[in-house]
């Protein structure tokens, strides 16, 4: 079982709809996690991170967390062609020895 | 302020080779973690540097090795090049070591292709 598993797509929503990407992970002392969002051909970019139980809202953008069910999600409302791009989960405990574990990404696609 | 930056951006080496790539951090960022990144594994994390100091390694062979000067840059050197260490190197800064953040401030890669 990997770390962390994402759905790898393609996700294909109709342009303004709402995108959902979801992402599991499976060490429960997880802490922290993150969305990067990668442009094909770029490197990755944060775009959000949480730590607490519940929704964080950003923008179009909101992140939720369930460490009960150890599952982490990112919902883009009003999708854009410009949020066609694949979208990597991340999450990470803080100790001394402490890394980021990614998902190997889900690929959106966002049709006119 | 300058973002992250890595050279060489494109290389190609032969089997049996080694390699030396560069990154600066963003200005102040002291951490510096290095990724590969295939489409078969994904992301997966090479190693982390603070302070000059290896804070945390990967699951790499000891071909794989890094490190950090005083003034924040890093270079990696991978000895005895394989074909399967063709890939995208990615370094990544943060302003504070990963034991207390994940945010990640990536440059734009180096594309090492392995003949």
């Known amino acids: 079982q990997k770390e962390v598993e994402q759905n790898s797509g393609p996700l294909s929503v109709p342009e303004g709809a709402i995108a959902s990407l979801n992402c599991t992970y499976s060490d429960r002392g997880s802490q922290s996690f993150f969305w990067y969002r990668q442009y094909s051909g770029k490197s990755p970019e944060l775009i959000m991170f949480i730590y607490s139980n519940g929704d964080k809202e950003d923008g179009r953008f909101t992140a939720q967390l369930n460490k009960a069910s150890q599952y982490v999600s990112l919902l883009i409302r009003d999708s854009q062609p410009s949020d066609s791009a694949t979208y990597l989960c991340?999450?990470?405990?803080?100790?001394?020895?402490?890394?980021?574990?990614f998902g190997s990404g889900t690929r959106l696609s966002i049709r006119p | 302020k300058a973002g992250v930056t890595q050279t060489p951006r494109y290389l190609i080496k032969t089997r049996g080779q080694q390699v030396t790539l560069s990154c600066s951090p963003i200005s102040g960022h002291r951490s510096v973690s290095w990724y590969q990144q295939t489409p078969g594994q994904g992301l997966q994390f090479l190693f982390e540097?603070?302070?000059?100091?290896?804070?945390n390694k990967g699951n790499f062979p000891g071909r794989f090795s890094g490190r950090q000067f005083s003034n924040s840059r890093s270079e990696m050197n991978v000895s005895t090049l394989e074909l399967g260490d063709s890939a995208l190197y990615l370094c990544?800064?943060?302003?504070?070591?990963?034991?207390?953040?994940?945010?990640?401030?990536f440059g734009e890669g180096s594309r090492l292709t392995v003949l």
């Open positions: 540097y603070f302070s000059e100091t290896q804070r």
């Open positions: 991340a999450v990470k405990r803080y100790s001394s020895a402490s890394k980021i574990i």
């Open positions: 990544a800064s943060s302003p504070r070591d990963l034991s207390n953040t994940g945010e990640l401030f």
